[in-house]
């Protein structure tokens, strides 16, 4: 089974990462970009075995013990097929 | 005064503080990550600058969650010291002992730099040395170092008096931070003020012949905090 965990930065936290791609786009000509931020995509594979509801249970002490400090940042959890 | 300076793998200044703190006249020890426990008789752990994990994830997410972390949390609920210095600082937050996060620097440059910072008290194991309010020149040199909290842990802090520096200029009037900290803060304390974490580094300025002694005076405040101890 392979799941997915994105972390995002909360609304309101400045990202200067997101804003200089937002002002490398620009320089670039790319046209429409309103503005940028940046995350991370975690692409994880969940043991054999485990039921739908243990993989979301472990991804979500994962994304809780380590992957997102959630002081500034939510994170979502997907699972595929 | 007993002092644990740990080294996680990437610090790279844990000789330096532990070099500032015998010469304050603390006994060192340096302590592993891996370990479970802290060395007998510690009074005060240091974490170290530097790079710990490569800043993988979060500057000092991974590190925080070292084994040796564990046994660092329990002895700050006993009221064990621990000091955190730029990457510690940054290792302390992710661990809890301190509240907020360190991101990048908002004007989205590593800074280098001397820095005058005031000592905002001096009734803390970590300034009794310094006068209140008293102008010290230390460096800084990181590149996630603008500390954010929520309003209420910043209302908070400031509140109960928790801000230990403050970024300022020579006449220790109140500057922009270097890295967009709210408030100018370099630094800040637990409630109890047994825990401090700062971007600055005073361990770089305890000689002459590297150019001052103003950070010499926290290492000197921490190896007289032992025999505040003793007569308690």
Redesign the interface.
């Known amino acids: 089974m392979k799941a997915r965990v994105t972390v995002t930065l909360k609304t309101g936290?400045?990202?200067?990462?997101g804003?200089?791609i937002e002002g490398a786009l620009g320089s670039l000509g790319v046209a429409g970009i309103a503005s940028v931020r940046q995350g991370k995509v975690f692409d994880i594979e969940i043991a054999d075995g485990l039921s739908k509801a243990e993989a979301e249970a472990a991804l979500k002490d994962a994304a809780e013990?380590?992957?997102a400090?959630t002081?500034?940042e939510n994170y979502r959890i997907e699972i595929g097929g | 005064m007993h002092a644990t300076v740990i080294t996680f793998p990437g610090s790279n200044r844990e000789q330096d503080v532990a070099r500032a703190l015998r010469r304050a006249g603390a006994r060192v020890t340096m302590g592993w990550h891996a370990d479970h426990d802290l060395p007998e008789g510690t009074d005060l752990v240091v974490l170290p600058g530097g790079f710990s994990y490569g800043d993988y994830l979060r500057c000092g997410a991974i590190a925080s969650r070292a084994n040796i972390m564990a046994a660092t949390r329990r002895h700050a609920a006993r009221g064990g010291m621990v000091l955190g210095i730029c990457n510690g600082f940054q290792i302390a937050c992710e661990a809890g002992l301190l509240p907020g996060v360190l991101m990048r620097n908002a004007q989205m440059r590593f800074i280098c730099h001397l820095q005058h910072l005031r000592v905002e008290r001096n009734d803390t194991p970590y300034t009794s040395a310094y006068r209140q309010g008293e102008v010290i020149e230390v460096c800084v040199a990181h590149g996630e170092g603008n500390w954010v909290a929520d309003s209420q842990t910043l209302a908070r802090i400031e509140g109960d008096g928790l801000v230990a520096l403050r970024y300022c200029d020579a006449g220790g009037a109140l500057v922009d931070s270097p890295n967009g900290s709210i408030n100018a803060i370099a630094g800040i304390y637990s409630p109890n003020r047994r825990v401090l974490g700062l971007m600055p580094h005073p361990e770089n300025l305890v000689e002459p012949l590297t150019g001052g002694t103003d950070g010499l005076g926290m290492f000197k405040s921490l190896a007289l905090a032992e025999s505040l101890l003793e007569q308690a």
């Open positions: 936290v400045l990202d200067p990462q804003k200089a013990k380590l992957l400090n002081v500034v």
